[in-house]
């Protein structure tokens, strides 16, 4: 994850900490200013240290411009709480700015988005601090095109995954990017995330805040010029021998012999018999999305960012297309699926896999680890460029390939892909689609007709 300006955290609490510019140490009488956020939620947390930058830079931009002499206020005692919207008290004066800074529009415009589309705003909570540190926190209304321009041309030479590795932390961006003799950020990556997002940003800002400066700017000037191609992070289909010996290994036997262990047994039975995102799998509440049909008696998954989540999950799904059920393979209730879901209910749990503990409102980041490492051991791995194995969504790429390779019919239904046809009515437009109400299970006979239509011939250890 991209490192967020101004903010650190201290065991699993997050504080707000600001490099006081040498220009002003002396008058501060500080090298730093931190704060704690009382939060060990770093959504939270990061629209509170945006909020605390956007006024501390302000008072630190009037002493600058000679609008305020006094700075000790800088330095009071640390407040017994942070205001998650209301400006920090520990500014007591009204700071009178002909342009607001740009940290605080990023705050503004993250507090006021669709908070119900949680995938974007999760990008976005993780973007916009990125183009914050590159672009330099300045008055809105000296933002000029040339900025925009070269922080596109900053960004494509990030290293990918810049934020999870060891070998950049406590490097600024700037330093990291300096530091990156490797391989950058990919086009693909550089279009869906940076350019998407931020033309997003700018159109808002525009609008809300052409009155006090902000500029009509646009992205059209970004231009990729890494050698990446797009695609090149794509996953391949894992052939039968691979399946073979990620299912056959010793490994996976220990796992399904240990009860503790289960979590990693079931994890990639789930993917390969559903073809499930893992976010999807391991977000899933046993006590509601588990469920069996009542009047034909079929178990099934309900994949849906609806109803109740685990503490410190907050469902999600990527599309609308992906809020759906999928019918629980019979090999997965032969080798006993279901007594395991037992298990989890019985001990009150609200994850189905609750030795992996939620991060940022996910469940899936430590199992996603945990998998990725696992073919590694196994020597499973293969980085071929554009053609990788090296994660669990090789499991919905062979999900899909075994459909179409066998004709089945109906696959997209159970992986959750938007389709412009019905079987029976051929195309059907958008607006035909919404006359069209179902219940939950009206389909779910077709739907577990399409699932036992896979058998991938792997022998699989049976849980004692």
């Not at 590795?165 to 086009?187: D, F, H, P, Q, V």
């Not at 990446?228 to 073979?244: F, Y």
């Not at 109740?308 to 090999?331: D, F, L, N, Q, Y």
Request: proline share 5%.
């Amino acid at each position: 994850m991209a490192k967020i300006p101004y903010l650190v955290r201290r065991k699993n609490v997050f504080y707000f900490r600001l490099v006081v510019p040498v220009e002003f140490r002396e008058s501060v009488n500080a090298r730093e200013i931190i704060r704690s956020l009382k939060t060990e939620n770093r959504h939270d947390a990061t629209h509170q240290a945006l909020k605390l930058a956007a006024h501390y830079k302000a008072a630190l931009h009037d002493l600058k411009t000679g609008k305020v002499q006094q700075v000790s206020h800088l330095l009071q005692p640390e407040p017994k709480s942070v205001p998650s919207v209301a400006p920090p008290a520990v500014i007591p004066v009204q700071v009178k700015s002909s342009a607001p800074l740009l940290s605080a529009v990023i705050a503004d415009f993250l507090n006021r988005y669709d908070q119900n589309n949680k995938v974007t705003l999760a990008k976005l909570n993780t973007t916009m601090p990125i183009f914050l540190e590159l672009m330099d926190d300045r008055p809105v209304n000296g933002i000029l095109q040339a900025h925009i321009n070269a922080f596109f041309d900053e960004v494509q030479r990030l290293p990918p995954h810049a934020g999870n590795s060891k070998k950049y932390e406590g490097m600024t961006l700037r330093e990291i990017i300096a530091a990156n003799t490797g391989e950058s950020i990919s086009a693909g990556t550089f279009k869906s995330t940076y350019r998407a997002l931020i033309s997003i940003f700018l159109n808002w800002a525009a609008i809300h805040y052409q009155d006090q400066g902000f500029p009509t700017l646009s992205v059209q000037g970004a231009v990729y010029r890494g050698e990446r191609s797009r695609g090149i992070n794509k996953q391949r289909a894992a052939t039968k021998k691979e399946l073979q010996k990620l299912f056959g290994h010793a490994k996976m036997k220990l796992f399904s012999a240990d009860p503790e262990s289960a979590h990693f047994y079931w994890l990639p039975l789930i993917g390969l018999h559903t073809g499930a995102r893992i976010n999807e799998v391991c977000q899933l509440n046993p006590q509601t999305d588990i469920v069996q049909d009542e009047k034909t008696g079929i178990w099934f998954f309900a994949f849906t960012d609806e109803g109740e989540a685990a503490e410190g999950v907050e469902k999600s799904i990527k599309t609308e297309s992906s809020r759906r059920v999928v019918p629980v393979h019979s090999r997965l209730i032969e080798l006993g699926f279901l007594n395991y879901v037992e298990r989890i209910k019985a001990g009150g749990h609200k994850q189905i896999f609750p030795q992996w503990k939620p991060r940022y409102g996910k469940a899936s980041i430590d199992a996603k680890i945990w998998f990725t490492n696992y073919i590694g051991s196994i020597g499973l791995k293969d980085e071929t460029p554009g053609a990788r194995l090296s994660g669990f969504h090789a499991f919905r790429h062979g999900f899909i390939t075994y459909a179409i390779t066998n004709k089945i019919s109906g696959v997209f239904q159970i992986t959750g892909h938007e389709v412009e046809s019905v079987d029976g009515f051929g195309k059907i437009s958008k607006i035909t689609a919404g006359y069209w109400s179902k219940g939950k299970t009206d389909n779910i006979l077709e739907l577990k007709q399409i699932i036992e239509c896979f058998d991938f011939g792997i022998d699989f250890y049976k849980p004692v």
